[in-house]
Nanobody, 126 residues
């Protein structure tokens, strides 16, 4: 599997960004895909997971009121819409493949994901 993230950039607090993750190299409906973020010196943090076979979503509590995950099956692309961005959202954002076709119904564990993309940098600053 292979993922390419894009859409990051510099945005002011309160602004919005939509990240994209183009997937290839695996059967679309067989796995779930997750979004993570990481700040240098800190552990990678899970944000959301979507099962590709039915579109069901798991969102971490910390972002569920501001971030939305969606997909375009024809383009084999998942998106992360981020609204009301805060400086603490500054990080490199990654997508990766989960080991099952459905998301776990609890916290996202980094070790359960593979085929990480290179990430896209999001900087929230005035």
């Amino acid at each position: 599997a292979h993922f390419v993230e894009s859409g990051g950039g510099l945005v002011q607090p309160g602004g919005s960004l939509r990240l994209s993750c183009v997937a290839s190299g695996f059967r679309w409906g067989d796995y779930a895909i997750g979004w993570f973020r990481q700040v240098p010196g800190k552990e990678r943090e899970g944000i959301s997971c979507m099962a590709m076979y039915d579109g069901s979503i798991y969102m971490e509590d910390s972002v569920q009121d501001r971030f939305t995950m969606s997909r375009d099956n024809a383009k084999k692309t998942v998106y992360l819409q981020m609204d009301n961005l805060k400086p603490e959202d500054t990080a490199t954002y990654f997508c990766a493949k989960y080991g099952l076709h459905i998301c776990a119904g609890f916290g996202m564990v980094v070790a359960d994901y593979d085929s990480w993309g290179r990430g896209t940098q999001v900087t929230v600053s005035s």
